[in-house]
């Protein structure tokens, strides 16, 4: 199994980012694929899902409104489009895949995954959000 993301980078606030994740060794369209980040100090937060076929999204509660992630099936791939983004959005972004093709850890619209519920994880994109 590989999660290869990419398109971190260095952006001003209130700038945008898109972030990719290709996958492979896995039915990708049988499994919820999401996003973690882990800034500089903190522990690891999740920050999105989305399920495997129907691809119903969920958002924590920080990123909610700013922060949408999608997936192309056909190519394997997740996406997460960073928009207005913060100073405290300076992380490590990883792309993570769970076995279970619908989203668990959701309340209502928000997502609060927990680490040991992910199967595969990703190395991780570096993104820092500085004027």
């Known amino acids: 199994v590989q999660l290869q993301a990419s398109g971190g980078g260095l952006v001003q606030p209130g700038g945008s980012l898109r972030l990719s994740c290709a996958a492979s060794?896995?039915?990708?369209?049988?499994?919820?694929m999401g996003w973690f980040r882990q800034a500089p100090g903190k522990g690891r937060e999740a920050v999105s899902c989305?399920?495997?076929?129907?691809?119903?999204?969920y958002y924590a509660d920080s990123v909610k409104g700013r922060f949408t992630i999608s997936r192309d099936n056909a190519k394997n791939t997740v996406y997460l489009r960073l928009n207005i983004l913060k100073p405290e959005d300076t992380a490590v972004y990883y792309c993570?895949?769970?076995?279970?093709?619908?989203?668990?850890?959701?309340?209502?619209?928000?997502?609060?995954?927990?680490?040991?519920?992910?199967?595969?994880w990703g190395k991780g994109t570096l993104v820092t959000v500085s004027s």
């Open positions: 993570v895949a769970d076995s279970n093709p619908v989203c668990v850890d959701t309340y209502g619209s928000t997502y609060r995954g927990r680490e040991n519920a992910i199967d595969y």
């Open positions: 060794g896995f039915t990708f369209d049988s499994y919820s």
């Open positions: 989305i399920s495997g076929r129907d691809q119903v999204t």
